[in-house]
């Protein structure tokens, strides 16, 4: 063949590292002329619809030992980046101790691509819908970043996302996921995962919304987070509106004002297929229900609050 | 009946095509493969509207491994496709009409070549305004897309006078219905394998929904004799009209005649999707009076269709429409003008239903409003407007004598969905239910006034296999199944014995068109034809091999049985080899059309009456389906299996039409480009009961037999759905697929918070 064409139509080099030091320096070496692929599910479909060019080099992270797998801590789940989505669904301690992410990783795409796609790649992503759980549940990513490992808070991570593009040389290798117990000064947890697409399964989302909670006896509301995604919405928590819930018992009036914090709050992004009203809408009416669930269920438990119906 | 695999009992089979189907070994036409292929690619437009300026293929054609590339100089035929109005260039001269007009294609010897040559292809274009609203395309600013203007037909029915049917009406219901831009969605992208042959024959392997009419365009386009060209079309991965215009056929078979050289072209579903057909949108504007007794009075009805850059069957999706915005009922007077329009929105064609979807759609939401207005129960209303077995047609046309209507109607008043209909409960008060209701009459076939062929074949093949032969495809429908129950239960054959030959315009006589719900009809009257003279020839020459007299042997399973049924006396092998003369019958007859002479007006009619019950999430807006019942009145049941799949299937692609399904468009450039955008319902979507009542009684002067049963299943479920919802909601849905935003309430505990801030 005549030169000039070959590199037109060559496919891209794999490279397999055997660690994720290794993987981190061909990434330097080779910049952007490469890119980590772990399942390759998103990725694929970039590719394939021209949103991004198939890049000359891809550094195959399934290769690297040590990065797939759940382990149970004393107070925290250690989950693999490179652990399935499939994986994550039907692990035994996700089952017993993280209803919410067991819930989250349902509702993405369908199985045969939960069997290839990774939690990693599914947080790296910035628009995954596991995020707002990690985010709610305060949890910790594990990054090689080359020189020492670094752990930082979901939503601190998030909320960089806002501002400025990770180090696409950053590895993501572990996620810390801690659990909630309930206790004599929190006695009642609450969360809830929510995703709104345009069907039931196997659809990108419009609204993904996730909460986090606890409950003191008296009825306050001792802790909360809320973050809210969706679409190409990077994932964030509304802050506001946990302020304003935070020490209260949930009456009509205060939900009232959590519900237009909600939709002040909410910043999705805007595409096709669904209004930004519609989404901040449905967040509000979401999340606000589910505190109102919560707080319906302790009422009927025979304690009855200041400022109830 | 109610329909299901129980009350079937034995007639429930495993159709043939089956189990190769679902273990993937089935060979489809796009997964032929020949040694020495090459792979074909079209260039398309990336303008919706452009002029050409110049074309410059020599960087391409200089590429190692590219073997040609063509534009339209080197079309020998007709430039033009379309089956009945060939109005699209098979490659663009001087001006590309959407983003997926042809202007070049190539042949090379990978993917990865041909891609590159695409790449090198240089087109100068001069960007032309863009039509994309069809009330814009018909005035007088904007840019004329065809020599004749932008209408491409406009067509009208009407009897009486609305205006002083109007008068008398105690209420008036005017609404303007709008309907998405709906995708087929087949399973499998467009393609095929084409092989030249010796003698200058050309061998095209590529699915379509009738194999003599693209064999005829082909022919057309490439400037030769019919006979010169075979078409084999099945099986196909799924059609639902998407298939039935040439699609990838002209640039496989060019490339293969210029190159000398099997050439196998394969969509990828981006190009599906940029290329391929759409369902109609329309805008139809309704106005229907009722007096104070419920009479419908005066039904003023204007449809406008963006069929897109090219014809195809546009104008006859709009008189179907225009015959169906009146369906199952008696008016006082009726007006009813539509206007199909040219526009630079992709190309908009044939698809499952037809215009019935849209014009149903519309016409059944009148109904419950005006019930509504009359404060009378929805489905009494439409009893008290209900056309009589022996009135005229839709059109005022002669139809065949029909009860259709009431039988289904009755049916569905029966129908635990609809006796619980006013049980609202729900789980959480957030949640609300409602059921809806929507009857139909469906009509099959093409019309009075298009060539409508049908026929088929019977022969005893030399090895003794009974050989049913049809130019029908299988595309999914279940016709091979229907075919051989046919054939097993009116002939008294086993399976084993016979072989379906279908698809092959080499071997199948003319039987028209797989389209129009006429397939199943069609052969049932060819096999009703063959049948005498077939079995009484079988008869004759075992007699005469038996030296017995032919009323003392009966056909039987494997071969020609003794009366009694005891003894087989002659296997059809052995009958085969000995007789003196080939054993083949063939019949040739049109599908049956009325006597009134207006274009595209139906004879033959299917009706259904479809009952819903839906789930709306108020939080969220989203309505979710949960039971339906269907009941379809066309006649014997042929294939137990094959009418619940077509009613299921059906009802599946109209909840997509309902709910999630539009290909969303801007400056005539898709934004749903792939399947991860275009949502069709899944598994999760359509797992809510569907109950089928087939009603099989035919009045007793019927000699029609069955009717298709391939598009009614999908006509009655959007406006169905739609009225639940307003059962639901309150709220009037007048656009589809319907939007949740629309739906969306703030929840009742939280009302008084909410309201005013």
Known sequence: ?309 | MALTRTTSGERWRIRPDGPDKVTGKLAYLTDMYQEGMLIGRVLRSPHPHAGIVSIRTDKAKRIPGVHAVITHADVPGMNRFGIVNPDQPVLCEDRVRYIGDAIAAVAAETQEIAALALESIEVEYVLLPVVDDPAFAQTKQAPRLHPGGNVLHRNQYGHGEVGKGFAKCKHIVEESYSTPRQMHTYMETEGGLFIPEDGGRLTVYSPTQHGYKDRMQLARILGLPEFNIRVVSSPIGGSFGGKDELNVQPYGALLALVTGKPVKIHNSRYESVRAGLKRHPMKIKMRTGVDENGRIMAHQVHIVADTGAYATLGAEVLNFAIEHVTGPYTYESVEVEGVSVYTNNGVSGEFRGFGGNQAIFALEGQMDRLAEKLGMDPWEFRLANMRKPEDPGPLGQTIVRTDGAMRTWESLARSPIWLRRHDRRTSEPWIRRGTGAAIAMHGSGLGFGIPDPAGGMLALAEDGKIEAIFGYEEFGQGLIATLELMLIEQFGFGAEDVRIVIGDTDLVPHSGSSTASRATSMMWKSLQKLRGPFLDRMLNEASKLLSQPADNLRIGRGGIWDKSGEHLLLTYALLARNISEEIRFQTHFPFPVSPTKRVGAHYLYTYAAVAVEVEVNVLTGRVKVLKQFHAIAAGPVMNPQGFLGQIEGGSGMAVGFALTEDSLMERGAYLTRNLDTYLIPSYADLNGEIEVHAIEELPEDDDHGPRGVGEIGSVCIAPAISEAVFQATGKRVNKLPIDPELLQETPDFLAKAVDGI
């Not at chain 1, 590719?47 to 890049?55: D, H, I, K, T």
């Not at chain 1, 030992?65 to 149970?72: C, H, S, V």
């Not at chain 1, 801590?73 to 992410?101: F, M, N, W, Y």
């Open chain 1, 1 to 309: 063949m005549a030169s000039g064409y070959e590199d037109k139509i060559m496919s891209p080099s794999v490279w397999h590292p055997r660690d994720t030091t290794e993987a981190w320096t061909f990434k330097k070496l080779l910049d952007s002329d490469a890119i980590y692929v772990a399942g390759g599910t998103l990725l694929r479909t970039q590719w394939e619809s021209g949103l991004a060019a198939v890049p000359k080099h891809l550094i195959d992270l399934s290769s690297i030992p040590g990065l797939t797998g759940i382990e149970k801590k004393e107070d925290s789940l250690a989950i693999g980046a490179l652990t399935t989505l499939g994986q994550c669904r039907k692990d035994p301690d996700v089952l017993q101790h993280s209803p919410l992410l067991v819930e989250a990783v349902r509702s993405i795409a369908a199985s045969s691509v939960r069997n290839l796609a990774t939690i990693g790649g599914n947080i790296v992503s910035r628009v995954g819908d596991s995020l707002p759980v990690f985010i709610v549940c305060q949890a910790e990513f594990e990054w090689n970043t080359g020189l020492s490992p670094m752990t930082e808070d979901a939503s601190e991570w998030v909320e960089r996302l806002q501002v400025q593009l990770p180090k696409a040389s950053h590895l993501l290798t572990r996620v810390h996921l801690p659990l909630f117990r309930e206790t004599d000064l929190v006695p009642k947890r609450f969360g809830a995962f929510h995703k709104v697409g345009r069907r039931e399964a196997f659809t990108p989302s419009l609204v993904t919304v996730a909460i986090n909670g606890g409950m003191k006896p008296d009825g306050k509301i001792a802790d909360i987070r809320i973050a809210v995604g969706g679409g190409q919405t990077i994932p964030h928590r509304l802050v506001a509106v946990e302020k304003i819930l935070k020490g209260q018992i949930p009456n009509r009036e205060l939900l009232g004002e959590a519900y237009h914090a909600v939709m002040n709050g909410y910043r999705p992004k805007s595409d096709p297929f669904a209004t930004d009203d519609y989404r901040k809408k449905t967040a509000a009416n979401l999340i606000i229900t589910e505190i109102w669930k919560t707080y319906s269920e302790w009422a009927d438990g025979g304690r009855e609050p200041d400022g109830a119906y």
